[in-house]
């Protein structure tokens, strides 16, 4: 068996657990240690405003608990009480200055079998480590006879991690079963909270490697401390008036009496522990001596502790209805340092100075204030509203008491109570008094008192977004929210009504994902579907203005409104045609397009009319050129470049060939790669043109795509994609993640628009897309390229895998007439582009305008002209 050791905190050394026996304060500096370790990890758990949990792996510490062994031995002195717990015998009240500190029972936490329990006390051990050890009122020093060791310390704290016990339901049951359980004096207190005990009576066996102690050891004498720094807190009976105002559990670490006594909160039902109301020195609640060994307690919100760190910061001493100071919520003295107390001490005798305070503000129940759980405002409890309208004020001459009774089941106030989640984000804000509001005001210099927000919830639409008050939403939101709202340009002005808050972008449906209906039907049909749309009771949408980011179920608009409704009805049928979309079986599909090629391409191929699935507008003239010109390098197995000048529709040109492949010869899916920013724009043209193909836009981030993915393009764990066109991003198809995706689909062609980005062979792109190998290959530019011979190689060899980039380098380098004839004769066959001559935009332009000039109204052919 490895020599069990205990780690002390400092001054520290590490000592085994027979040698810690030995010394003479051994049993009690463990015990110390022990409730040290937890007093600070409170303290350390109400101090930090941290996010996560981080766990040390208990493995490598090697430590054993050496109060299990302890329990351990306990039991085996009492057998009956064996599998239980239990709780320390002794009692010190707190009211002995002089004293030592008040005795907890000892954690059980078996070694193996409770790893987190024990992570945790490394993680407490480290916290308390990090700490000034300056604060002698929890009367701890642990006695060692060996300098403290800096570098063990540097080392515990390297392993240290901010904690938030409260976040995490599950740790937060470690942490209740892993805290020291108190003893109460005879005849007080039992159970209160029903969160804080709720795994008594769990603790495990002990293991085989406990060690025993002996309760015949004398118990050492503590050392001694600083007379009159100590601070005592009043024991009030359950059956007080002013403890019964109270949450009975702590604020903190939301334990109850159970673990040790409450102190309560003079202006406010809040309740805390000593352990947990922090250091004497850095504290931000407010404790003042009102008599000999008599101390009360005023917590940070009553004193408005917040407003001194944050101006902006409402002060939660108030009423949130009458704006009236609670009468308790006054500072009982002037906050000091640890070094004017101090002085004030050694003024008085050693002795912390009494300050005067009426007795009519101490532990008064009428003068505590309800304070909500969730938003930290306070109210008067007779200004609090019936908890709900159903509620009848059975005895209106103590609204006070009534109000109690409803809302201390969850002491949540009502708008906590009654908002829908959890704050997404922050919207806008206004003042409240619009009348009179100065608009040389800035955001920053408008008390929140006086403001309110406009909050959108936690994964819930723009539609259900809310006014709240601006101390609901100092209390309900984290700093960083705030913060970065103040620094958006919503917070420059503010939007008085929720309209000119909310794009109409952000109501508008663009796609829906997925809906559930209100009734059920046997079979199901496009058809069917498609009638079935007054049945969708809720459907998963997102909408225009927004990202996948904000995706969220939401009840689909009504048909009286009309523009958000005429929205969704596109976006459902899309969803629809989604769901019957049935690929081509590809040997059929081979046999119809060797049937294509085999026809006469002018005769029964060539589009003479737009096709039939182009219904969102009409090509031009030289757009059908365009297609068809297309339709026949396709029909030729050659890969083309259309190189038409910008704004000439080469979207639209390839939108038509690809709907007439549909349309004509049930040839699809099809890969379009481009770029990021126009990927949803690409889905958007598609739709409009040919309403009838289904597109899904597979891009941007991951929490994006994978919604894409699962939703758009293999919809309801179909096997099979569910669309005609995939529109991707370069980022996205240069993706390893995404690539097995993209090579398991059978392309019918590949289309890269700006396929200049394909001029290096290098790049991770041009490889991603060379590796695919579709049939048919287009590249869309509008900027031909002029820079490098060897950047329209590349080109070529994507396109055409007999071109070697390097050899064509090679043998265009020196170019004579000969040779460029040669050239033009190699890259000629790839190229369509068409300039923007005054021809050109007169075509697109000539049913709206007449021409001064008759020069240019005749035929609208733009300039073809080889590359
Ligand atoms: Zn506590
Ligand atoms: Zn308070
Ligand atoms: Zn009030
Ligand atoms: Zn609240």
Request: hydrophobic fraction near 30%.
């Amino acid at each position: 068996m490895p020599p069990l050791r205990l780690k002390l905190i400092a001054p520290t050394r590490q000592v085994s657990f027979n040698d810690l026996l030995e010394y003479e304060n051994g049993q009690e500096s463990l015990q110390e240690y022990n409730e040290n370790v937890q007093d600070r990890s409170d303290y350390a758990e109400e101090e930090s405003d941290v996010e996560e949990i981080q766990r040390p792996r208990p493995s490598k510490s090697g430590y054993v608990d050496t109060a299990q062994a302890l329990e351990y031995l306990e039991a085996q002195d009492n057998p009956s009480r064996s599998r239980k717990p239990k709780a320390t015998k002794r009692y010190d009240s707190e009211s002995d200055e002089d004293g030592p500190a008040p005795r907890r029972s000892r954690r059980v936490v078996p070694p193996a079998s409770e790893p987190r329990r024990a992570s945790r006390r490394l993680q407490s051990m480290s916290q308390a480590d990090s700490e000034d050890n300056d604060d002698d009122d929890d009367g701890f020093i642990l006695q060692s006879d060996v300098l403290p060791t800096r570098k063990r310390k540097r080392s515990l704290r390297s392993a240290s991690r901010p904690i938030n016990y409260a976040d995490d339901g599950e740790d937060e049951l470690q942490y209740d079963n892993s805290r020291p359980r108190t003893s109460r004096p005879m005849g007080q207190g039992v159970r209160q909270s029903g969160r804080s005990t709720r795994h008594q009576g769990d603790m495990q066996d002990p293991g085989v490697n406990d060690i025993y102690r002996s309760e015949s050891e004398p118990r050492p004498v503590a050392p001694p401390k600083p007379v009159g720094a100590r601070e005592s807190f009043r024991d009030l009976p359950r059956s007080d008036p002013f403890r019964a105002r109270h949450i009975q559990h702590c604020d903190s670490c939301q334990n109850g009496t159970n673990f040790a006594p409450l102190i309560y909160c003079q202006g406010c039902v809040y309740a805390y522990h000593k352990s947990c109301i922090g250091h004497r020195g850095s504290r931000e609640h407010l404790v003042t001596k009102i008599g000999k060994n008599d101390f009360v307690l005023q917590c940070r919100r009553c004193v408005a502790y917040p407003m001194k760190k944050d101006h902006t910061a409402p002060d939660h001493g108030r009423c949130s209805d009458c704006k009236e100071h609670g009468s308790s919520c006054v500072p009982f003295r002037e906050r000091k340092t640890p070094q004017q107390e101090q002085k004030d001490r050694e003024e008085n005798n050693g002795e912390d100075p009494i300050c005067p305070v009426p007795q009519n503000l101490i532990n008064n129940p009428d003068n505590v204030m309800f304070r909500c759980t969730a938003c930290s405002r306070g109210f008067h409890f007779e200004h609090m509203p019936p908890k709900s309208d159903s509620l009848m004020d059975l005895d209106s001459d103590d609204v006070a008491a009534q109000r109690l009774q409803e809302y201390s089941q969850d002491w949540r106030c009502k708008e906590c109570l009654d908002c829908p989640g959890k704050v997404g984000s922050l919207v806008a804000w206004k003042p409240i008094d619009e009348d009179n509001y100065d608009p040389s005001l800035g955001y920053d210099r408008i008390p929140e008192d006086e403001k309110a927000y406009l909050v959108r919830w936690d994964s819930k639409s723009y539609f259900q977004a809310a006014w709240m008050p601006g101390p609901w939403v100092w209390g309900a939101t984290a700093g960083a929210m705030r913060k970065a709202f103040a620094k958006r340009d919503e917070a420059r002005q503010p939007k008085m009504r929720t309209e000119d808050a909310i794009p109409e972008d952000f109501l508008r449906i663009d796609i829906v994902l997925d809906v559930k209906y209100t009734s059920i039907v046997d079979i199901s049909t496009e058809e069917i579907d498609k009638a079935r749309i007054r049945e969708v009771d809720i459907a998963l949408v997102k909408y225009k203005g927004l990202g996948y980011e904000d995706v969220v179920w939401e009840k689909p608009p009504t048909p009286d409104d009309v523009d958000r409704w005429t929205d969704f009805v596109v976006a459902y049928n899309d969803w629809v045609l989604g769901r019957y979309v049935k690929q081509p079986k590809p040997p059929q599909l081979k046999t119809r397009l060797e049937k294509a090629r085999s026809l006469d391409f002018a005769q029964k191929l060539e589009k003479k009319k737009q096709p039939n699935n182009i219904t969102g507008g009409e090509l031009m003239n030289y757009q059908m050129e365009g297609l068809n010109w297309l339709y026949y390098k396709w029909y030729t197995h050659k890969n083309a470049i259309l190189a038409d000048e910008m704004g000439l529709g080469k979207t639209i040109q390839i939108i038509a060939f690809l709907a007439t492949l549909v349309q004509d010869w049930n040839c699809f899916p099809f890969l379009v790669v481009v770029p990021n920013s126009t990927c949803a724009n690409w889905r958007r043209e598609v739709k409009q043109w040919a309403p009838s193909l289904r597109v899904v836009a597979y891009f941007g981030s991951k929490e994006a795509r994978d919604l894409t993915y699962r939703y758009e393009l293999f919809a309801r764990d179909s096997r099979e994609l569910r669309c005609h066109i995939v529109v991707t991003s370069y980022d996205c198809a240069a993706d390893d993640s995404a690539r097995k995706f993209f090579k398991s689909i059978p392309w019918q062609a590949l289309i890269v628009d700006e396929g200049q980005r394909l001029k290096s062979d290098k790049s991770q792109l041009y490889s991603a897309l060379a590796s695919l190998k579709a049939p048919f290959k287009v590249l869309l530019t509008g900027t031909p390229l002029q820079n490098s011979a060897r950047e329209l190689f590349n080109l070529l060899q994507f396109l055409d895998d007999t071109f070697d980039a390097s050899q064509l380098e090679e043998k265009f380098q020196n170019l004579d007439t000969a040779k460029i004839q040669e050239l033009h004769g190699i890259i000629r066959p790839f190229f369509l582009r068409r300039t923007n001559t005054f021809e050109a935009i007169a075509s697109s332009l000539a049913f709206n305008l007449i021409w001064p000039h008759d020069s240019s109204c005749h035929k609208p052919s733009p300039h073809t002209e080889p590359c």
